[in-house]
């Protein structure tokens, strides 16, 4: 299993920016592919970015275009730049881990990612 540990959270005004780290430890980092999710009060875990292993990445709507996710295999992190923070973007953000090795296909539902982070508090105001 892999270990992971998000940090970079914090609180922003609207319009500001924020780049959320994963580290991750106890597995081969190259192998996983990497997502972030997000919930907030009341709301389920949401989709917000995933990266496969061979670097292909995905995005969900509401943040297609502010956001964007990025690893670096040398130093097992993964990355999440968030531009142009909205109040709606308050949460705490969780990343998460699939082992995928050979699988290249894009994964967007919590149920698919197996490792979990503890999370990290994202407060945007307005």
């Known amino acids: 299993q892999v270990q992971l540990v998000e940090s970079g959270g914090g609180l922003v005004q609207a319009g500001g920016s924020l780049r959320l780290s994963c580290a991750a430890s106890?597995?081969?980092?190259?192998?996983?592919?990497m997502a972030w999710f997000r919930q907030a009060p009341g709301k389920e875990r949401e989709f917000v970015s995933t990266i496969t292993i061979g670097g292909s990445t995905r995005y969900a709507d509401s943040v297609k275009g502010r956001f964007t996710i990025s690893r670096e295999n040398a130093k097992n992190t993964a990355y999440l730049q968030m531009n142009t923070l909205k109040p709606e973007d308050t949460a705490v953000y969780y990343c998460a881990a699939r082992r995928t090795l050979g699988d290249f296909s894009v994964y967007v539902g919590p149920a698919d990612y197996t490792n979990w982070g503890q999370g990290t508090q994202v407060t945007v105001s307005s």
């Open positions: 106890g597995r081969t980092f190259s192998n996983y592919a």
